[in-house]
């Protein structure tokens, strides 16, 4: 358990005498924040960051990227220097992909392309199915997970805040982020690049795997359900990530490019990915404009309607 820390005591005013902090504890997490740095020094142990992100994830059930970003403005604001994880949080993710990619020399040297003889819906083999299935049990227990607590309710919390207003303004951006893409593959072919088409050998799985269940009926529908109450979490997790302490436009097109091709990893062509920075760009503006909060009410929206229309296409085909 972590030792209470008092921000006015004498052992704080110590820290700061022996220069162990360079500034006065006084923002907010800063005195949770302190007692891991605490606990640490009593155990003679290197300051880490994880444990700090830890300790906001789990007290303030933040998103990773919310308690990373104030993990680091903590460290640059109080001068205490944090030494990072081991290995970096995704590098299971991209060992795993890297065996994957081994197919390249089959279907493309950079990123897989469609296979000529694919068939947009050519229906999956037993092995095929039995795994898609299992990974798709695996992605809602995740997403589940993710509502625990009081989660579910500040999703809803910013769900209640969409106006329509904000409907229509990302309904024009998704319309122009569409037209981007269709523009992309037209004009460059190329593009058409996604690891899922090493996997599957068909051009109907290509998207982001995240929505892998919406390829399977009975799981459609409960899944949609899920993703759409996870959303404003995922947003404001993306926006901490890409947005927060954007500076000016320059800083803003990169992440907004960054935001857009981080997608790629999820099995989105390049093309598509390209276009997502559309999103970035807007999402941009409005942190520009209003901040993080606002940044990701419009991010939470963009996608809810995205959803909201797979579910419409999803209704119509079940019927």
């Keep these: 358990m972590l030792r209470e820390y008092n921000i006015v005591d004498r052992r704080s005013e110590?820290?700061?005498?022996?220069?162990?902090?360079?500034?006065?504890?006084?923002?907010?997490?800063?005195?949770?924040?302190?007692s891991g740095v605490l606990d640490?020094?009593?155990?003679?142990?290197?300051?880490?960051?994880?444990?700090?992100?830890k300790i906001l994830k789990t007290k303030y059930e933040m998103t990773s990227s919310e308690a990373d970003w104030r993990v680091r403005n903590f460290g640059k604001r109080m001068g205490v220097k944090t030494s990072d994880d081991p290995l970096p949080?995704?590098?299971?993710?991209?060992?795993?992909?890297?065996?994957?990619l081994y197919g390249f020399r089959a279907w493309g040297l950079f990123a897989g392309k469609p296979p000529q003889h694919a068939v947009g819906d050519a229906p999956l083999g037993p092995v095929e199915y039995g795994l898609g299935f299992a990974a798709s049990i695996a992605i809602m227990g995740f997403l589940v997970h993710g509502l625990r607590g009081g989660r579910l309710r500040r999703n809803f919390g910013v769900i209640r805040q969409v106006r329509l207003s904000t409907i229509l303004q990302n309904v024009g951006v998704i319309a122009v982020t569409i037209a981007t893409a269709l523009g992309l593959h037209a004009l460059f072919p190329g593009l058409d690049r996604s690891w899922l088409y090493l996997l599957s050998g068909?051009?109907?799985?290509?998207?982001?795997?995240?929505l892998l269940p919406i390829h399977f009926r009975?799981?459609?529908?409960?899944?949609?359900?899920i993703f759409a109450l996870n959303i404003p979490a995922f947003a404001r997790d993306e926006e901490f990530e890409y947005r927060m302490g954007t500076k000016n436009w320059k800083q803003g097109v990169w992440r907004s490019l960054r935001f857009g091709m981080?997608?790629?990893?999820?099995?989105?062509?390049?093309?598509?990915c390209l276009a997502l920075s559309i999103g970035g760009l807007w999402y941009t503006h409005q942190y520009f404009r209003h901040g993080i909060d606002r940044a990701a009410l419009h991010h939470s929206t963009y996608n809810l309607i995205i959803v909201s229309l797979l579910a419409i296409t999803l209704l119509g085909i079940i019927h």
């Design 14 to 34: 110590a820290l700061l005498a022996e220069g162990y902090v360079s500034r006065p504890v006084t923002e907010p997490y800063d005195q949770d924040l302190m």
């Design 40 to 53: 640490a020094e009593a155990q003679h142990e290197t300051v880490a960051k994880g444990v700090l992100t």
């Design 89 to 100: 949080r995704y590098f299971p993710f991209f060992a795993v992909l890297a065996v994957a």
């Design 202 to 210: 068909s051009t109907s799985l290509a998207g982001n795997v995240a």
């Design 262 to 272: 981080a997608h790629f990893w999820m099995g989105v062509p390049i093309y598509v």
């Design 218 to 225: 009975l799981l459609a529908p409960i899944f949609l359900v």
